[in-house]
């Protein structure tokens, strides 16, 4: 009788429990993603509830998800004793992406408002020796202030999680040092008619299709996040792209890298800007909101000219 040897050998047992605990945890997080209701009474309690059991399990699951962020890093130049902020910045993971460049920062300050992620970021710091760098602080991307003006902030996939994320942005470009940078990398859908220079254009199913998927774990995909970056900054950086989706083969998911400077002029006069809302707890309640914006009182012609879907007079 002929013997038949398989070429592939079998995983010993060191690999099989790996391989194991890496599926079962992306198995539990699936689960709070897509069937776990989230709870609360307001935006922290609500991001508690989320992440609470799926906090450890974060990173390694999140790692082929939300890409660029390493890239958004690598591109921002560190100066002598600049401090920097991660708005949003959950679990610290830029603490490790940023590896020894962290160690030229004299300050870094990682600003969330979920205690479970937070925890974790706390945990990070002190396993890295960096409590004298970094501090992880529980606060509102909309109102912390820091006793110094920041030369870098960061939101790293955050915007997306803030509800009033122009209002984070705004309260960004009031804190930045003159000389300082925004850098972002998130996702978001293009609007129907972007003005840009070089913008990606997106058709009705990613821009419709995307943010319902999101929006289910209040994740809110927006067509003016670029649009109103470019008001508060001149763009040094812009890459628009596409990412990948575990579990979702073939589907890619439009994401975005900016790095800009603060705008004086966006700054100086009282303006009114309108941009496209979507409710917290169901994105079909998405609507048009006017707030009242420290820009200029007339819009740069890009913003002025932009379609109904967003961001105009």
Not at 162 to 170: G, K
């Given at each position: ?118 925890e974790r970021a706390r945990k990070r710091v002190h396993a890295s020796g960096l409590d004298g760098i970094v501090k992880v ?177």
């Open positions: 009788m002929a013997v038949f040897t398989s070429p592939i050998s079998p995983p010993d047992d060191k690999q099989y429990r790996v391989g194991f605990r890496q599926r079962w945890s992306e198995l539990r997080t699936l689960w709070h993603l897509a069937i776990r209701p989230i709870q609360g009474a307001d935006h922290a309690s609500r991001l508690s509830h989320f992440y609470q059991g799926q906090a450890a399990d974060y990173d390694s699951f999140r790692r082929r998800l939300l890409t660029g962020r390493r890239e958004l890093l690598d591109d921002l130049p560190i100066g002598p004793n600049d401090y920097w902020i991660d708005m949003g910045g959950g679990t610290g993971i830029s603490v490790d992406l940023l590896g020894p460049r962290i160690h030229q920062l004299a300050r870094f300050d990682i600003v969330d408002l979920c205690g479970p992620l937070l602080i529980d606060a509102d991307a909309t109102h912390f202030q820091p006793d110094r003006r920041p030369d870098v902030i960061l939101f790293s996939y955050a915007l997306t999680m803030i509800p009033d994320w122009y209002s984070a942005l705004q309260h960004a470009a009031r804190l930045l040092a003159p000389h300082g940078r925004i850098a972002v990398v998130d996702f978001y859908v293009s609007r129907r008619y972007p003005t840009h220079p070089g913008a990606a254009t997106h058709g009705w199913l990613t821009r419709t299709g995307w943010p319902a998927w999101f929006g289910l774990d209040n994740v809110w995909l927006s067509p003016d996040h670029l649009p109103v970056l470019h008001h508060y900054f001149s763009a040094e950086r812009l890459i628009e792209s596409r990412a990948a989706v575990p579990y979702l083969p073939g589907l890619r998911v439009p994401v975005y890298r900016f790095i800009g400077t603060p705008r004086v002029d966006a700054m100086r006069d009282p303006g009114l800007l309108t941009v496209q809302s979507a409710s917290e707890s169901n994105h079909a309640a998405a609507r048009f909101r006017t707030v009242r914006l420290d820009g200029k009182a007339a819009l740069d012609r890009e913003c002025a000219a932009m379609s109904p879907e967003g961001v105009r007079e």
